[in-house]
């Protein structure tokens, strides 16, 4: 059965790898993108978000069967949280109505294991509580003491996504609605915008510290688009808010054997 996909990110990275993947497989991709895609569009904006569905949604004919949200950036900038967080969330809520009218609807987003690393409390609240303007005033302060500071919009952009995932799975919207919403958490994928810190023996060994992969190390692109491939199936029917870390180890690494006594009785 073919499947009519939104895949945003589609010109590279991950999103290219999975719209490809799909494409080979005889689904139909509608890729979303700054350029070189199905519908251009600047996902950093409300206008642009709004735009970017709508032609979506005609190019497919009113009905989509999954969406899976690959576009991101992680540099030490502001538009990073647009992008990130509000990029994916209110696209895929304009996408909804889309969604509802298949037989088997999907979504999955990409987080990254960078959602554990230290981030700005105040930037996810914001993002969590809708307000833009509020996000964005707090990255630009980050941003304006330097890279090394600024960088904490990115893990700040992915803890909230992950969270938002969390939350919204089980709402009326989309648990009630019978859509799967799930997230992918890599850990560091070789793609265009992580060659050139992986390409020195002082980025790696940074990288690396930060991100430890006991498992085969940095990945390919393919091994996060099958999961997301998967997760959008018909065959996924129960996984629902999951922040799947598909990252070498690196959260097990991190986050220790025990990630469910904080519950328990003391």
């Not at 992680?74 to 109505?97: M, Q, R, W």
């Not at 509802?100 to 990254?112: G, L, N, Q, T």
């Not at 009326?172 to 850990?187: K, Y």
Request: proline share 7%; net charge negative; hydrophobic share 45%.
């Amino acid at each position: 059965m073919t499947r009519t996909y939104v895949v945003t990110g589609s010109a590279s990275g991950i999103g290219a790898t999975t719209a490809q993947l799909l494409r080979d497989r005889g689904d139909r991709v509608i890729g979303i993108d700054l350029k070189g895609a199905d519908v251009e569009a600047d996902l950093s904006t409300p206008q642009g978000r709004a735009d970017a569905a709508a032609a979506a949604i005609e190019i497919a004919g009113g009905t989509v069967d999954a969406v899976i949200a690959c576009a991101g950036i992680s540099a030490p900038i502001a538009k990073t949280i647009s992008v990130n967080y509000f990029g994916v969330t209110e696209l895929l809520e304009a996408l909804l109505p889309a969604l509802a009218k298949s037989d088997a609807p999907r979504a999955a987003v990409v987080s990254s294991m960078a959602s554990l690393q230290p981030n700005s409390p105040e930037m996810v609240e914001a993002a969590l509580a809708g307000d833009e303007a509020k996000a964005v005033e707090i990255a630009e302060g980050l941003a304006a003491q330097g890279p090394e500071i600024g960088y904490a919009v990115y893990p700040s952009s992915k803890r909230a996504l992950a969270r938002w995932v969390r939350r919204e799975s089980i709402t009326p919207a989309w648990a009630g609605a019978h859509i799967p919403l799930n997230a992918v958490a890599p850990g560091t994928v070789v793609t265009p915008m992580t060659a050139p810190l992986l390409a020195t023996e002082e980025g790696r060994a940074m990288v690396d510290a930060a991100v430890p992969m006991p498992l085969n190390s940095h990945q390919p692109p393919e091994s996060i688009a099958n999961l997301l491939i998967w997760l959008t199936s018909v065959e996924n029917t129960h996984m629902a808010g999951q922040v799947i870390y598909d990252d070498g180890g690196a959260d097990a690494t991190l986050r220790g054997d025990d990630i469910w006594s904080w519950n328990d009785p003391s």
